[in-house]
């Protein structure tokens, strides 16, 4: 059950919102109860007092009240939520940060932002490539691939669902292999191929509903979709991934310089 924070000791730290100021009254509340959580006086699953009790120990009305939730809630830092007795207004978890710059794998990831990764599998089946995946991996149409899909978990929960395909003439016996760790890791020990350079497209996307149910969100969550192609040093193509990340869990990230090649076969092209 989460804890509904009305303890005085960080009510008492409002600001005086008659006083004179060049802002207006909601961004001051935004920028107090920012504040307030990056104390820690408020800490993610921490419920907020219900709007019309809380307007009115600010002095405010609720329209100024929630034009500071609507603002914090689009920055992430708190999420609202509807339904009888498990509405409200939440401190939310601090995002994850995913940086793409390196092509680091999932595992990887988690372990530079000190989170504690995992895998379950959803399936994994030797198929014929679609049109996507042939074209990705530079297979002939119906070319053997391995399916693999897992979602991904950070601190055990939820974070992304990855769909990930994987040439079977490269990787004859992929599926025959633990897949719950780190895939990166497996075929480079293994198979001798490591994934250096990457192509990768970010959109937005609406989920399914089996999506949103391995991701343990609503079908409306907007989800972050990362489209990528690894290669070898040499060039070679030897994976196509279609990524969902949960967007009110991780902040994808990436670095770039001037003057790199844009969208090259074989170098990284994060866009």
Same mark, same amino acid.
């Given at each position: 059950?989460?804890?509904?924070?009305?303890? +005085?000791?960080?009510?008492?730290?409002?600001?005086?919102?008659?006083?004179?100021?060049?802002?207006?009254?909601?961004?001051?509340?935004?920028?107090?109860?920012?504040?307030?959580?990056?104390?820690?006086?408020?800490?993610?699953?921490?419920?907020?007092?219900?709007?019309?009790?809380?307007?009115?120990?600010?002095?405010?009305?609720?329209?100024?009240?929630?034009?500071?939730?609507?603002?914090?809630?689009?920055?992430?830092?708190?999420?609202?939520?509807?339904?009888?007795?498990?509405?409200?207004?939440?401190?939310?978890?601090?995002?994850?940060?995913?940086?793409?710059?390196?092509?680091?794998?999932?595992?990887?990831?988690?372990?530079?932002?000190?989170?504690?990764?995992?895998?379950?599998?959803?399936?994994?089946?030797?198929?014929?490539?679609?049109?996507?995946?042939?074209?990705?991996?530079?297979?002939? +149409?119906?070319?053997?691939?391995?399916?693999?899909?897992?979602?991904?978990?950070?601190?055990?929960?939820?974070?992304?669902?990855?769909?990930?395909?994987?040439?079977?003439?490269?990787?004859?016996?992929?599926?025959?292999?633990?897949?719950?760790?780190?895939?990166?890791?497996?075929?480079?020990?293994?198979?001798?191929?490591?994934?250096?350079?990457?192509?990768?497209?970010?959109?937005?996307?609406?989920?399914?509903?089996?999506?949103?149910?391995?991701?343990?969100?609503?079908?409306?969550? +907007?989800?972050?979709?990362?489209?990528?192609?690894?290669?070898?040093?040499?060039?070679?193509?030897?994976?196509?991934?279609?990524?969902?990340?949960?967007?009110?869990?991780?902040?994808?990230?990436?670095?770039?310089?001037?003057?790199?090649?844009?969208?090259?076969?074989?170098?990284?092209?994060?866009?």
């Amino acid at each position: 059950m989460a804890r509904v924070s009305s303890d +005085p000791g960080w009510l008492g730290s409002a600001p005086d919102l008659t006083a004179p100021s060049t802002l207006p009254a909601h961004t001051r509340i935004e920028r107090w109860l920012m504040g307030v959580i990056e104390r820690r006086d408020l800490v993610p699953g921490d419920k907020l007092p219900v709007e019309e009790r809380f307007a009115a120990s600010l002095g405010v009305s609720r329209m100024t009240l929630r034009q500071a939730l609507a603002s914090l809630e689009k920055a992430g830092t708190v999420v609202r939520k509807r339904g009888r007795g498990v509405g409200g207004t939440f401190v939310s978890e601090a995002r994850i940060e995913c940086d793409l710059t390196g092509l680091a794998g999932f595992t990887e990831q988690m372990q530079r932002a000190d989170v504690r990764a995992g895998a379950r599998l959803v399936s994994a089946a030797t198929i014929a490539a679609d049109r996507a995946a042939s074209d990705a991996l530079s297979l002939p +149409p119906g070319a053997a691939v391995h399916e693999v899909v897992r979602v991904r978990t950070a601190n055990r929960r939820p974070l992304a669902l990855e769909r990930a395909y994987f040439p079977a003439e490269v990787f004859p016996d992929l599926l025959e292999q633990g897949l719950t760790g780190s895939i990166y890791r497996l075929i480079s020990r293994r198979y001798g191929q490591r994934p250096q350079v990457a192509s990768e497209s970010l959109e937005p996307v609406i989920p399914t509903e089996e999506e949103a149910r391995l991701l343990r969100v609503e079908a409306t969550t +907007p989800l972050m979709l990362i489209e990528r192609t690894a290669y070898s040093g040499s060039g070679l193509a030897l994976e196509y991934a279609r990524d969902l990340f949960r967007s009110d869990r991780v902040r994808i990230s990436f670095r770039t310089g001037i003057g790199q090649a844009d969208g090259a076969k074989g170098t990284a092209s994060n866009s």
